[in-house]
């Protein structure tokens, strides 16, 4: 069993929800963590167990970071939305930054996370 962070940036909430309802099954067999909206959401549209963290501007993303800095995360899917300015867009590069330095698996898009999930 994995340990999976799911995050998506406003615009992408609708298309990680979307990946979430086709791997549901698969992501029923692994711990699911999520920053407060996207989590609330991936709950509310698949029924997937989710643990809720902070929404992500007001300290999610960072409380997923301190999960893989402690090893306490295994998979990071993470929908980046490269076309919008974030106001916490020091909270997202902390996060995909600490990501690559503990070499976790990080998926920015659907076809990453399709196969980061069939690894696992
Ligand atoms: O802001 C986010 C990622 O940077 C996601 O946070 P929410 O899931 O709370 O919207």
């Not at 643990?51 to 993303?61: A, E, I, V």
Request: hydrophobic share 45%; with cysteine; proline share 3%.
């Amino acid at each position: 069993m994995a340990r999976i962070g799911l995050v998506a940036h406003d615009d992408k909430k609708d298309e990680l929800c979307a990946w979430a309802r086709r791997h549901r099954v698969k992501l029923g067999e692994h711990e699911l963590w999520g920053t407060g909206t996207t989590g609330s959401r991936v709950i509310a549209e698949t029924g997937l167990a989710v643990n809720l963290l902070k929404s992500g501007p007001l300290g999610g993303d960072q409380q997923l970071g301190a999960m893989i800095a402690e090893g306490r995360l295994d998979v990071l899917v993470f929908f980046i939305d490269p076309m919008t300015a974030q106001p916490h867009d020091v909270d997202v590069k902390a996060l995909t930054r600490l990501a690559t330095l503990y070499d976790v698996p990080c998926a920015v898009n659907k076809s990453t996370a399709d196969a980061v999930l069939a690894f696992i």
